[in-house]
């Protein structure tokens, strides 16, 4: 942990995290969740809300701690031991708070966000499709007006806790004929006639959360649940980008570390020839290499939340939590890798649980965006800043022995 980086308060409050982790969390409950025995852990959720540890960075009047990125980062990393499902049954109040909390009404606070941060409401992201993954503004789902009300059709893919949501964040067209990023709207749906959970996944792992197909028919949806402007949805949609990324790469950060130590405190106990595996060199290293790595995605992580809470430019913002949600998921997949190639055969069987995560940890690197849609990002704000930023610096281009010779400097 980096403990100098935390105020006193950010870290008692990162003990809290830790002593829910311990106290409140049985370990029957991951077993049930993860041979789907229990499909949606309503106890786990009413418990975080008792604790008030969800939402923190929202304002107590609807529930939350009013702190910031940092408070929540460090919360995360403790939450993400337990895995991939808890993890994001965890965040999701986070990831659909911040929608309501930026671009909804006062209503929309008081009837949704609020009991969610209590963990008395359940919800659910409702945004990929079907026939689209990434292309976010392919989607197909329809809101068409009636009145002072929509009319949503539609269905939603691998919508996680969908199997136990009170209510939908979903995105639709309402402009179908507009431009893209002026064709979509944002609403708050609740569950009741015309929703529909069709399909529960089978996954690999990442179980218990209740991952389903949720359909739309002819579902009324009042005006009053529209989040933000009707057609406006693309500033919600990359609002969201922060904390759905970053929510991800927190939790990564607390499975890799989870992990890591199963397998190093192994390696203090097997013995082969005559001696402690920790002290073979091909142990060891690679114990150095995913401490290394953990750090080094660690300083990402925290280094993102710490400028979102600075009030960075957004589009340094986007390429940040972008490279925080990339490197801190695809480290935890290496770190977890090593992990099972340290213990051997043994760390193939559920004997312990690094077979688990590493079926939970396979998942992060897909959702909230797969890692290649990171790696456009974080290429696109880049060049995008290059120009200005180059206004400032030292001509690097120009302090080589022949960088006058401009007719060797061919482009086409």
């Known amino acids: 942990m980096f403990d100098f980086l935390l105020t006193d308060d950010q870290l008692q ?153 009170d209510y939908f964040m979903v995105y639709a067209k309402t402009n179908p004929e507009g431009k893209s990023h002026e064709s979509m709207s944002a609403f708050i749906v609740d569950r009741g006639p015309g929703v529909e959970v069709a399909h529960v996944y089978g996954l690999m792992g990442t179980r218990g959360g209740g991952a389903g197909r949720v359909v739309f028919k002819n579902v009324r949806v009042p005006r009053a649940n529209l989040l933000g402007k009707e057609h406006g949805a693309a500033e919600i949609f990359y609002q969201m980008m922060i904390p759905e990324r970053m929510t991800s790469a927190a939790g990564a950060l607390g499975m890799a570390r989870a992990a890591l130590e199963v397998a190093a405190l192994y390696s203090t106990k097997r013995k082969a020839f005559g001696q402690k595996i920790k002290d073979f060199q091909g142990v060891s290293f690679k114990v150095a290499d995913s401490i290394t790595r953990l750090d080094a995605a660690r300083s990402l992580v925290y280094a993102a939340a710490k400028a979102i809470d600075s009030g960075i430019p957004s589009s340094q913002g986007r390429r940040m939590v972008s490279e925080a949600k990339k490197f801190a998921t695809e480290t935890a997949w290496a770190v977890v890798n090593d992990a099972m190639q340290m213990m051997g055969g043994i760390g193939y069987t559920n004997v312990f649980p690094v077979e688990r995560l590493l079926r939970d940890t396979r998942l992060i690197m897909i959702w909230t965006g797969t890692n290649e849609v990171m790696n456009l990002i974080i290429q696109h704000e880049y060049y995008k800043e290059l120009h200005t930023q180059m206004q400032n610096h030292r001509a690097i281009e120009e302090d080589a022995q022949n960088a006058h010779l401009n007719e060797e400097k061919v482009y086409e």
Do not use: H
């Open 13 to 165: 409050l990162q003990k809290e995290a830790s002593n829910f982790v311990k106290e409140k969390v049985p370990k029957q409950l991951i077993l049930d969740m993860d041979e789907e025995k229990v499909i949606y852990p309503v106890e786990y959720l009413q418990k975080l809300g008792e604790a008030k540890l969800m939402g923190l960075r929202f304002a107590p009047e609807y529930g939350g701690r009013g702190l910031g990125w940092v408070d929540e980062i460090g919360v995360l990393e403790e939450i993400g031991v337990l895995g991939t499902s808890l993890a994001c049954l965890y965040s999701l109040p986070s990831i659909v708070g911040e929608a309501i909390s930026r671009f909804g009404s006062e209503d929309l606070k008081l009837r949704y966000l609020k009991p969610t941060l209590e963990g008395t409401r359940y919800t659910a992201e409702a945004l990929t499709e079907p026939r689209g993954g990434s292309d976010f503004f392919g989607a197909t789902t329809i809101a068409v007006k009636d009145g002072d009300d929509y009319i949503l059709n539609g269905q939603k893919r691998f919508v996680v806790g969908a199997e136990g949501a």
